[in-house]
């Protein structure tokens, strides 16, 4: 099945064409910077960081979030396509899928978490325990995914 789908187009385009790796690979980080990018900084507000940041502005920013999670899925999927039999077999590849999807789950509970403890207190209420137990955990699988995508290239 892998061996397929690096024979299909999409996967012919981005291994082969002048533009298609570059053009995937930078989708790739931007998305991953908006998505990381907005996870990391509200599971660290989370954790006491940032106390000129309100917890409620985190909010509206997770539909952007998760378009940023959609840009570096779409892109992911195509850069996979080059390279499918590759990372299938690699084991930083899926650990970073892992962590990803480990680190998306989260970022729902959070996300509702958050919600539930803001109700009602002008977007200032105290964050419990588990739910600054909950984004110490996310942040620390956003970090393992960054390490282990880059560990792709060398291992």
Same mark, same amino acid.
């Given at each position: 099945?892998?061996?397929w @789908?690096e024979? /299909? ?10 533009w298609?790796?570059?053009?995937? %690979? ?19 507000? %989370? %954790?006491?960081? *940032?106390?000129?940041?309100? !917890?409620? #502005? *985190?909010? !509206? ?7 940023? *999670? ?9 850069? *996979?396509?080059?390279q499918?039999? /590759?990372?299938?077999?690699?084991? !930083? ?12 789950? @989260?970022?729902?509970?959070i ?7 803001? #109700?009602?207190?002008?977007g200032?209420?105290?964050? &419990?325990?588990?739910?600054k137990? =909950? $984004?110490? =955990? &996310?942040?620390?699988?956003?970090? #393992?995914?960054?390490? $282990? ?5 060398? =291992?």
């Open positions: 099945m892998f061996e @789908l024979s /299909t187009s999409v996967a012919i385009w981005v291994a082969e064409s002048l298609g790796y570059p053009v995937m %690979l930078s989708l790739h980080a931007v998305g991953l910077a908006v998505v990381v990018g907005i996870f990391s900084m509200r599971d660290m507000r %989370l %954790l006491g960081l *940032f106390s000129g940041i309100q !917890p409620a #502005a *985190f909010l !509206p920013l997770s539909k952007l979030a998760w378009v940023g *999670f959609i840009v570096n899925g779409v892109s992911g999927t195509a850069l *996979f396509t080059s499918a039999v /590759t990372f299938v077999n690699s084991t !930083p590849f899926l650990l970073k899928i892992s962590f990803i999807v480990a680190g998306m789950a @989260l970022a729902g509970v996300q509702s978490r958050l919600r539930g403890e803001l #109700a009602g207190s002008g200032d209420a105290v964050i &419990s325990g588990s739910t137990l =909950i $984004a110490l =955990i &996310s942040l620390l699988f956003w970090i #393992a995914a960054i390490i $282990a995508g880059r560990l792709v290239a060398y =291992i």
